[in-house]
């Protein structure tokens, strides 16, 4: 399973920051490459970025330049942070378990983050 947590509002120009809590086995095992996707009614489905079982990220072109995705191994969580948000990064964002045979399997509920003042 997967559980998103983190503030559902954040002010433009600050850093939103989720964490994704992920519980059934380690996330440094299995080749799985631990996602952040998020969905607006304007973009629909946007690929963020991975940490990868090894420890690896890669991001999407777009938006690397304000994206880090970390992990504290001993929480078994990875956590996302975009920086300098704007009214544009308003979505639900999910976490998601990835794998080169079975694309997405695991998904978390989602979380609504919302960028105003």
């Known amino acids: 399973q997967l559980q998103e947590s983190g503030p559902g509002l954040v002010k433009p120009s600050q850093t939103l920051s989720l964490t994704c809590t992920v519980s059934g086995g380690p996330i440094t095992t299995g080749y799985y490459y631990w996602s952040w996707i998020r969905q607006s009614p304007r973009k629909g489905l946007e690929w963020i970025g991975y940490?990868?079982?090894?420890?690896?990220?890669y991001y999407s072109p777009s938006l690397k330049s304000r994206t880090s995705i970390s992990r504290d191994t001993s929480k078994n969580q990875f956590t996302l942070q975009l920086s300098s948000v704007t009214p544009e990064d308003t979505a639900v964002y999910y976490c998601?378990?990835?794998?080169?045979?079975?694309?997405?399997?695991?998904w978390g509920q989602g979380t609504q983050v919302t960028v105003s003042s």
């Open positions: 940490i990868a079982y090894s420890g690896s990220t």
């Open positions: 998601a378990r990835g794998s080169i045979q079975y694309g997405y399997d695991y």
